[in-house]
């Protein structure tokens, strides 16, 4: 072989050489972007996921604050169905807080989370719907010392505490700061 082929192998491999380094190098550079973009994609989800069970905490509670409220008042002697009207207004208005924040978890997910908050939704509803109930008796009856309506009531916010529980135990898995 002479001196001039030689050296044009020599370049060629030279050439293939820096072509591999290159293409190495892109490679292990996209890889990088992509976990980085994997990374940033978790972030946001971990972010919505926090914010939307944030919402739904919120929301419950106040809902739960709402017919409390309304309660106290429709077991006031001195109150009357004017004020019987606005806690009910103030509850349904919690009502619908509550039932966008379920939604902000369904799209969230996952959905474990989501099936968790769906069990809280039906409880919420059946107490909601005792509280309707009670509103509709006070207003017919003219009071709202009701004891049936009382204690149905009471038996809806005790059979919404279990599925508020594991809504939140739903969220902490999710979040991955459920601790052992």
Do not use: N
């Not at 009856?141 to 149905?152: F, I, K, P, T, Y």
Request: hydrophobic share 50%; with cysteine.
């Amino acid at each position: 072989m002479d001196a001039s082929v030689a050296g044009v192998v020599g370049a060629a491999i030279g050439v293939l050489g820096a072509v591999a380094g290159g293409w190495v190098s892109v490679a292990g550079q996209w890889r990088q972007q992509q976990r980085q973009l994997q990374a940033e994609r978790e972030h946001r989800r971990e972010a919505a996921r926090r914010e939307a069970y944030g919402a739904l905490i919120a929301s419950t509670k106040l809902l739960s604050a709402a017919w409390w409220r309304f309660a106290d008042r429709v077991r006031d002697e001195q109150s009357t169905p004017t004020q019987w009207r606005a806690s009910f207004a103030e509850a349904h208005e919690a009502w619908v807080q509550f039932s966008t924040a379920i939604a902000a978890v369904a799209v969230a997910g996952p959905v474990a989370a989501a099936e968790a908050a769906d069990e809280l939704r039906v409880a919420m509803y059946e107490w909601e719907m005792a509280g309707i109930e009670w509103f509709a008796a006070a207003l017919r009856e003219g009071h709202g010392r009701l004891a049936e309506c009382d204690e149905c009531f009471k038996q809806a916010w005790q059979a919404k505490r279990a599925p508020d529980r594991a809504f939140q135990q739903a969220a902490r898995a999710a979040l991955g700061t459920e601790h052992p």
